[in-house]
């Protein structure tokens, strides 16, 4: 059983050797080599490059033992080809000049066509995968509707995403519309990721958690459930992430996903009992524990999986996205420790 | 039965007529006469002005039929009489000019002295309760040791808390010292706000929510539970509030609160489950709520009575603190659906 195959089985539900782990944000800004790119490149541009962002998802492959390798792109490349004008601002995040505001900006908004507007990330993937050469697995990525909405009607992140709210309560139908088209263009681009050479994908639904129960219920599950169903019938593992959610993790189950990823807000025992053992489980390590003392990160990621009881389809993984500052010892350590865990 | 006896009989998870309700921040600028009072003051000046303080915890008891009212007063407070230089800046909240970055500066923190120090909240409180004459219950508040801590390490408000988290795991013994000085502050003062005529208290941990359980049992909850033994002594009825701890509130009990206050990221019924039903449990409508249209609003608050089923111990809260571009005839509707709704 190699890396590849260790990740796909957990995904799976089915027993692996030892318990598979790779990093959200495992390419990024904790690396001298990523930072030396990025020194002299834009964001988009990296993206946009597939020479760029081949190389820079291959980096922690070599650096790490990890099971599993993440394409190198962002949730908010599919807006592009919606017609939304996308810019990341130096140390403020994404901003997106044209925001939804009102049910005709939702009208003008187009589906992005996954070979014409991201064939960057296609081709990135494909030659990924070329390298990768059947030991590692290819994770590709998309975000899920609620979140991507959340940005086009924020206009960037939101620390309580109000108006996103306001925009759902009050205009339901034109709401409605929007998450549509962000399914349809979501589902096309996994599956072309697919195509591509990705052999799992995660949903982030990352902003998710900021809703009630009732909201999400009403606005977002039937939505991302259609993303899953179409996952599920082309026979695709797919990964449902989202953080500060440990309120909703019987609804992201029934939305879907083989694998649900869960922050560290919650134990990971309680959490899989919520998910059901019936479904595998991903995380669930506070990514700040990466900056700790490493008696004190090997304490806490042990408990982890201590926890997870060797119970097949648990993969390792943070909570959240690797820090800026997380020293890269502090990854191959946590990498080498998951490993060499037995249950 | 009168609004102050509705509410503090369900504090002790006893049968009421219907179900009490308040707001945390009902005192705020969501109110035309809060604003045209903070236009001419400082908010440092108004918690220190009782006869500002009074006024201004008594507007939303004059506008509203809300059963308690809350002491307007700001957790951060008590850090002044313990040494620490505070500031509230106008739109970048509260910051604080001598964080604790060090051994050294945990050991210059003094205890604060409630009579010395919290002098114009006890007496803020005194004239409030003379005001009320008994007919709405008066609630004193202190943040919890946790939260506290993040603000002083922090310097302030923080998304991620990791400053907090990176002091926490590299410096135990140090951490451990801070949050017994907090301790005992807050326990001193929170006695003291009863003896001036609190008949209720509220422990703020907002910031709970961001640590794992492993680190909240490890590093919180013995300090946390201490402020809670001694409230359970001396008779005080206690609500413990956090945001963001849906996988925290089984350790929220074990800390103690003869009721648990909840956000909205979690059902009410399955909140409570958690909690346990022998313990009360405040919450938990999203404040965003409050600016949905009103069927909107309404429908989802009847959804959390109907989600407490008419047991005994719940109050009726939002999930955080009442937002500021709230219409107040959004809270004047909900006041009134919830007194008025019959499980």
């Known amino acids: 059983m190699n890396r590849a195959e260790r990740f796909l089985a957990a995904c799976r539900g089915e027993k692996t050797d030892c318990?598979?782990?790779?990093?959200?944000?495992?390419?990024?800004?904790?690396?001298?080599?990523?930072?030396?790119?990025?020194?002299?490149?834009?964001?988009?541009?990296?993206?946009?490059?597939?020479?760029?962002?081949?190389?820079?998802?291959?980096?922690?492959i070599r650096a790490f033992a990890v099971d599993a390798a993440i394409i190198f792109a962002d949730i908010l490349l599919p807006l592009e080809g919606m017609g939304v004008r996308l810019e990341f601002v130096e140390g403020e995040g994404p901003v997106i000049h044209n925001p939804v505001h009102s049910t005709a900006d939702v009208d003008e908004l187009r589906l992005a066509h996954p070979e014409e507007h991201l064939g960057y990330v296609l081709e990135s993937l494909r030659r990924v995968k070329s390298e990768l050469g059947g030991e590692r697995a290819l994770i590709g990525f998309a975000g899920a509707p609620f979140t991507l909405a959340s940005y086009l009607i924020e206009g960037g992140g939101s620390p309580d995403h109000l108006r996103t709210k306001e925009f759902m309560h009050e205009e339901p139908e034109a709401f409605e519309r929007l998450m549509g088209k962000l399914t349809e263009t979501i589902s096309a681009y996994l599956l072309a990721q697919v195509d591509a050479g990705a052999q799992a994908v995660q949903i982030f639904d990352s902003w998710a958690g900021c809703l009630s129960p009732s909201d999400y219920r009403?606005?977002?599950?039937?939505?991302?459930?259609?993303?899953?169903?179409?996952?599920?019938?082309?026979?695709?593992?797919?990964?449902?992430?989202?953080?500060?959610?440990?309120?909703?993790?019987?609804?992201l189950r029934e939305a879907g996903g083989d694998v649900i990823g869960v922050d560290w807000r919650i134990e990971l025992d309680a959490a899989w009992l919520e998910i059901g053992h019936d479904r595998g489980i991903q995380g669930n390590l506070d990514p700040?524990?990466?900056?700790?003392?490493?008696?004190?990160?090997?304490?806490?990621?042990?408990?982890?999986?201590?926890?997870?009881?060797?119970?097949?389809?648990?993969?390792?993984?943070?909570?959240?996205?690797?820090?800026?500052?997380?020293?890269?010892?502090?990854?191959?350590?946590?990498?080498?420790?998951?490993?060499?865990?037995r249950a």
Request: net charge positive; no cysteine; glycine share 6%.
């Open 19 to 60: 318990t598979p782990v790779w990093y959200m944000r495992q390419a990024g800004r904790y690396m001298a080599e990523y930072r030396r790119i990025r020194s002299k490149h834009g964001l988009l541009e990296m993206f946009k490059t597939p020479d760029i962002a081949v190389e820079v998802t291959l980096q922690p």
């Open 288 to 341: 700040a524990l990466l900056m700790a003392p490493l008696p004190v990160l090997k304490r806490r990621a042990v408990e982890i999986l201590d926890r997870a009881a060797g119970r097949p389809g648990h993969i390792f993984n943070l909570g959240h996205g690797v820090l800026p500052p997380t020293p890269t010892e502090a990854v191959r350590e946590l990498t080498d420790l998951v490993h060499e865990h």
């Open 218 to 251: 009403e606005f977002v599950l039937p939505h991302t459930s259609r993303i899953f169903a179409t996952l599920r019938a082309a026979g695709i593992p797919a990964i449902h992430f989202a953080t500060g959610a440990a309120g909703l993790l019987k609804l």
